[in-house]
């Protein structure tokens, strides 16, 4: 077993912009770690922001990040975030529009992924500052450097995205 494997090394990005905004986000977290396969080391202090993007008169938006330690695949940790989301009532009719939950797969260890539906590192996160600086937070701006270098070799592919 490697050591990021005992350390965690897994981060996700917590969102709520209706209902019980905290209750949403502590369930969530919870609820990750019922069928013991994954364990929550360490969640960022909550922060209230302002909707990024989306239908304008959104509610304010409550974010946090976690790191995780996991033997579940990318994939399947991404689609245990999916099931949560739906159970919290997600609903996707409005890109960027309001949720009750909204999880995302942000670092998975030092893994590049470049698949049609799983990016990691997460594309847009450098972009949100409610993911960066709650990141920043638990991780320490030395592994947030990192993580931004292993995204460069698949940002230096792409097309700009205006």
């Not at 897994?10 to 369930?27: C, E, P, Q, T």
């Not at 909204?102 to 590049?112: A, E, I, N, P």
């Amino acid at each position: 077993m490697g050591e990021g494997r005992r350390e965690g090394g897994v981060f996700i990005a917590l969102g709520s912009n209706l209902g019980d905004r905290a209750g949403h986000i502590r369930s969530a977290l919870r609820e990750l770690e019922e069928p013991g396969d994954v364990r929550v080391l360490r969640c960022s202090s909550l922060r209230k922001t302002e909707p990024a993007g989306g239908p304008p008169g959104q509610p304010m938006y409550l974010n946090a990040v976690a790191e995780l330690q996991t033997e579940l695949s990318p994939a399947d940790l991404l689609a245990r975030l999916g099931e949560i989301e739906q159970r919290h009532g997600r609903e996707r009719t409005v890109r960027n529009g309001p949720r009750t939950l909204d999880l995302d797969l942000l670092l998975y260890r030092d893994q590049v992924i470049d698949e049609p539906e799983l990016t990691v590192p997460h594309p847009r996160m450098w972009q949100r500052p409610f993911v960066t600086e709650p990141l920043a937070e638990i991780c320490g701006a030395q592994r947030l450097a990192a993580a931004r270098a292993l995204r460069a070799p698949l940002d230096a592919t792409r097309p700009s995205r205006a």
